[in-house]
């Protein structure tokens, strides 16, 4: 079925963050879903059959005709985010700010190491380097992540990623990762790219502070 929620995608000629909007999902978990590393929801499915006139049979099977009915492809232009011509990003050192929780509190009153000038991105709240391998080979130790802060958890988008504040018997760990659902009743599955980190379900109220990752950025030197 992943293969064919791609070939859907394909046909109607659809990037996949255009997809991603219509099914009310980040792009990263459609990627998620065309590579086979996540199943398609009911609610998705649904979304495909009933609003986008996919054939239920082809969808399940890969036999018969894709579409029931041509779709409307004028119902697929929805908003992204607006992107700014230039903005001036602080980078932080989460080492100085002694992490994640006194740096979304106080963000105004922390000095940055320094300012990153990028064109053409969603407005962004701030960077910081990334530490560790969970999201190796797409972030890797050193990189830079470009954030914006989030206040609610209703606001999450399930399969995009997400730096995270999270409380480990009174210690902060600072981490990168994909988030899901997860079928415990107030936890959330934190998903690595790296396979060789299991996924893990967490309590939500041992997340500290949340931010949806907009951007990476990797520094490479030529020798």
Request: glycine letters at 6%; hydrophobic letters at 40%; aromatic letters at 8%.
């Amino acid at each position: 079925m992943n293969e064919r929620v791609k070939l859907i995608r394909k046909r109607l000629g659809l990037t996949q963050d255009q997809l991603a909007q219509r099914l009310g999902i980040g792009k990263a978990a459609l990627s998620m879903i065309e590579t086979g590393k996540t199943g398609l929801s009911s609610r998705n499915r649904n979304i495909l059959v009933q609003e986008l006139n996919v054939n239920p049979e082809w969808l399940e099977t890969g036999r018969g005709e894709i579409f029931n009915a041509e779709p409307d492809l004028t119902a697929y232009l929805h908003r992204t985010d607006n992107s700014v011509p230039l903005q001036s990003v602080p980078l932080y050192s989460i080492e100085g700010t002694a992490g994640l929780v006194p740096l979304f509190a106080d963000q105004e009153q922390i000095k940055p190491v320094n300012f990153i000038h990028i064109p053409n991105l969603p407005k962004c709240d701030g960077a910081i380097y990334v530490v560790g391998d969970s999201m190796y080979p797409l972030l890797k130790s050193g990189d830079i992540v470009l954030y914006k802060q989030l206040h609610d958890f209703d606001d999450i988008f399930w399969g995009d990623m997400y730096l995270l504040s999270i409380d480990i018997d009174g210690e902060e760990y600072v981490t990168v990762k994909y988030i899901q659902k997860s079928e415990r009743a107030g936890y959330v599955k934190l998903v690595s790219q790296n396979p060789h980190h299991a996924d893990k379900d967490v309590d939500m109220r041992r997340i500290r502070a949340i931010a949806l990752v907009k951007a990476s950025i990797r520094m490479n030197s030529m020798r």
